[in-house]
């Protein structure tokens, strides 16, 4: 009944397709031993779920239930499933927008959010509009399972799914939850997937389906092919992925993870069709970021291969140059400061080194360092020191301004460098004068 499209009023029938939902997935995800449906049944409710009002969505128990299902045997199930998640997840972010619109900034303490996954793994009943009330007992257990299923003992199907998933998550994470997130991938979940899972699908010695350039539409997105891609399409679509939201971790894994007989490989095949969707959509989005005055003009040349800022204050002028890899971003970008008036070698070394490392260390757009690097030299002509840790004044992941004082020598930090500090060294004393800090 709550199925069928001519019963009742379409707000009476969204509420009895919730609770018929809810109960279906919850009963699969719990006792699929006892309780059988059919696959059919199962596409028929995934199906049902996209075609309700954003608002009405039953985000945290389909969600919940999106985790087992993107594991299931059928297919047509999964990738039901990465569908229903793609439009899950952008309902949640046009909810998100509004609120942040009308609250101004989010809560303190979202900050320490293992994953953007508060909204999507919550009580039972909760809505795409109640989002904020999720437990995280509950998120943790969601997020067991997709771990689960992006390890090694899924196969490799469901194991890309669920990458997939994974990474259009890491999308919507605040900066520090994203930072810690990728840290946490770096060594211990990333380069496995990409050498056990990912690389034997590529189709690095022939042109990918449709040839030329790879899409950078999301993963998710192929949920809506008919019939589902095949496995070399998936592969295809989560490599570009990779490379587009988390650059610094795709280029670790490439120079210290991947065998040297793949090196050539993976590259010619990135130079051909990744490197120029990537390049296109960094030169979109710096045209159509908002201006920030005549003080600082970016712009990019994808015949080039570079991106040009130029940098204006009180009688200092220079403009820099960042010239990408024909593998862009396998390999370093190039920085070079082509012109420059009133700014001194030793100083513009220490900017060079500055900007060197924010793009070499992080994930995220030519554009968005580069905005950070004018925040950087903003403040240092508004008189801030830079943390003796990073060399940097405005932190890359929190966005803050060093702060906490030695009372010896007076040197300031950022928080999250001297915590780092204190877990590498395992002392609990100023990294400078070494007295003890307290």
Known sequence: EALSEGVGAAADRCERLQRALLLLLTKRAHGAARLRWSQRALLDALTALRSMPAAQLPAAAAIASLSPLIGARSSPVRFGALALFERLQSAEAEAGAAAASEEGAEEEGDADEPLPLRFLFGGAAQTVAGRRAAADGEAMVALDRLEELMGDAADAEARMLAWSVALALLAHARPTAAARVSAGWKHSGLPGFLNETLLPLLPLARPPPGSGAASLAAPTSLGESDPPPGAAEVAVAVF????????????????????????????????LHVTPALL????????????????????????????TATYSYEGTYMQIVLRLDRAHPLRAVEVECTQRAGVSDAR?????????????????????????????????????????????????????????????????????????????SQKSSCPLCQTAWG
């Open 240 to 271: 570009a992925a990779l490379l587009s939201r988390v650059p610094a971790l795709a280029r670790h894994w490439y120079t210290s993870e991947l065998s040297r007989a793949a090196h050539a490989a993976v590259a010619r095949y990135t130079e």
């Open 280 to 307: 296109r959509r960094e030169a979109e989005a710096i045209s159509a970021a908002p201006s920030s005055g005549d003080d600082f003009v970016v712009k990019a040349s994808i015949g080039a291969r570079s991106v």
């Open 348 to 424: 513009w070394r220490k900017w060079q080194r500055t900007i060197s490392t924010m793009l070499l260390a992080q994930n995220g757009s030519l554009r968005d360092a580069l905005a950070l690097f004018k925040e950087n030299v903003d403040r240092v002509f508004e008189g801030v020191e830079e943390c003796p840790i990073c060399y940097a004044i405005v932190h890359g992941t929190t966005r803050q301004l060093p702060k906490l004082s030695c009372r010896t020598c007076h040197n300031k930090f950022h928080a999250a460098c001297l915590y780092k500090w204190f877990s590498s």
